[in-house]
């Protein structure tokens, strides 16, 4: 069994990368200085891996139509979103499908987020419940 969910769009500007911070307390200097970013072998200031995981839950939420319908989520931090200092900033990509459908009705899904093309997470999955 396999179906496609409509895709999701989130934009990533560099004022996101602060708000989170201030939200999070996560102040880590390669989410806001390329300085410190490409001295450390990143092509320059980067998201929260968190932070882009909350764009996928919410994406995920969407699809479930209730944050509590989502049963389980999770993720692989696999390639670091670049967000360049722009207005428009970088944009992710949330795709999923339908992997399976269990005995109690619950839906898998698997997940898929890009950015630029590159996949940036890997074996992402939630499971939603029937509603």
Request: proline letters at 4%; glycine letters at 8%; one cysteine or more.
């Amino acid at each position: 069994m396999s179906a496609e969910l409509e895709p999701q769009t989130f934009r990533i500007t560099r004022a996101d990368l602060i708000r989170y911070a201030g939200a999070s307390g996560d102040f880590n200097t390669i989410h806001w200085s390329d300085r410190i970013a490409t001295g450390v072998g990143l092509p320059g200031v980067i998201a929260h891996g968190m932070f882009t995981m909350a764009l996928v839950g919410r994406a995920v939420t969407t699809w479930a139509g209730a944050a509590d319908a989502v049963v389980e989520f999770s993720v692989r931090f696999s390639r670091p979103v670049p967000v360049p200092d722009t207005d428009e900033g970088t944009e992710v990509v949330v795709s999923a499908s339908v992997k399976e459908v269990t005995d109690e009705g619950h839906t898998r899904l698997s997940l898929t987020a890009t950015c630029n093309g590159d996949k940036v997470l890997s074996m992402a999955q939630a499971l939603i419940r029937k509603r």
